[in-house]
């Protein structure tokens, strides 16, 4: 399965070896009868900080209270451009079904294959516990 064109436009700005690995990881889901797609690649501040109010400021997303623990500013996110002027994060979920984002969705396997890429898996975050997250080392 190729990137979509969506998924694409998503990965601009994102550190070139997180792009491979992400593609790669995409691909390997998809030959396995899960196919995902990118959520979001690089964020701006203001991004950010809307991510950082929501359960705080304002309302939730869907279950989720916190989202982030990042306020972009003081803390900022792996998905904000670093020194090497990339984004080192990426959030995928699933294609195809109701819940992307759904606990009974296969993110063990998938967490399996970010770390096997050498990256880390937010999934073994405990707070906030974040499956769709994949950032390099």
């Known amino acids: 399965m190729a990137l979509t064109g969506r998924?694409?436009?998503?990965l601009i700005g994102v550190h070139p070896t997180l792009v491979t690995a992400i593609t790669e990881i995409l691909d390997a889901m998809a030959?396995?009868?899960?196919?995902?797609?990118?959520?979001?690649g690089v964020r701006t501040?203001?991004?950010?900080?809307a991510l950082y109010a929501r359960g705080r400021t304002t309302p939730p997303i869907g279950s989720k209270f916190i989202v982030t623990m990042k306020d972009g500013v003081t803390h900022?996110?792996?998905?904000?451009p670093h020194a090497d002027g990339y984004g080192h994060a990426v959030?995928?979920?699933f294609s195809g079904v109701v819940n992307p984002f759904g606990d009974q969705m296969p993110w063990e396997d998938y967490g399996k294959r970010v770390e096997a890429a050498g990256l880390i898996w937010g999934g073994r975050w405990s707070h906030p516990h974040d499956s769709p997250h994949a950032e390099l080392v």
């Open 7 to 10: 998924d694409i436009d998503r």
């Open 31 to 40: 030959a396995a009868g899960h196919p995902m797609f990118v959520v979001q």
């Open 45 to 49: 501040v203001a991004q950010q900080q």
């Open 76 to 80: 900022r996110s792996n998905h904000q």
């Open 91 to 93: 959030d995928c979920a």
